[in-house]
Nanobody, 115 residues
Framework: QVQLVESGGGLVQPGGSLRLSCAAS????????MGWYRRAPGKQRDLVAT???????NYADSVRGRFTISRDNAKNTVNLQMNSLNPEDTAVYYC?????????WGQGTQVTVSS
């Protein structure tokens, strides 16, 4: 079992920045990929960015060039630096880790971009 705790969400004005963090605990040795997903109001949960244990990254087209994902394998954390935020980025953001036997999810953190 892996437990995930997210932090860093909140309210930000358009053009602003936020940094999300996610800390994993428990059976962290079974983690190989980490990532962020989001669910906007009335929409399905979509991929935002993922990062492998070796540092390979993948981004949704809508965030590429504005968001940066990083991870610290020693601390079992994954971060999402979000710049140039716009109202379309408003969503609940979920941390997720891929395990050898499935995927674990965090509880989600709200990000609201509004003036």
């Amino acid at each position: 079992q892996v437990q995930l705790v997210e932090s860093g969400g909140g309210l930000v004005q358009p053009g602003g920045s936020l940094r999300l963090s996610c800390a994993a605990s428990g059976n962290v040795f079974s983690i190989y990929a980490m990532g962020w997903y989001r669910r906007a109001p009335g929409k399905q949960r979509d991929l935002v960015a993922t990062i492998t244990a070796g540092g390979g990254t993948n981004y949704a087209d809508s965030v590429r060039g504005r968001f940066t994902i990083s991870r610290d394998n020693a601390k079992n954390t994954v971060n999402l630096q979000m710049n140039s935020l716009n109202p379309e980025d408003t969503a609940v953001y979920y941390c997720a880790v891929d395990l050898v036997d499935g995927r674990a999810w965090g509880q989600g953190t709200q990000v609201t971009v509004s003036s």
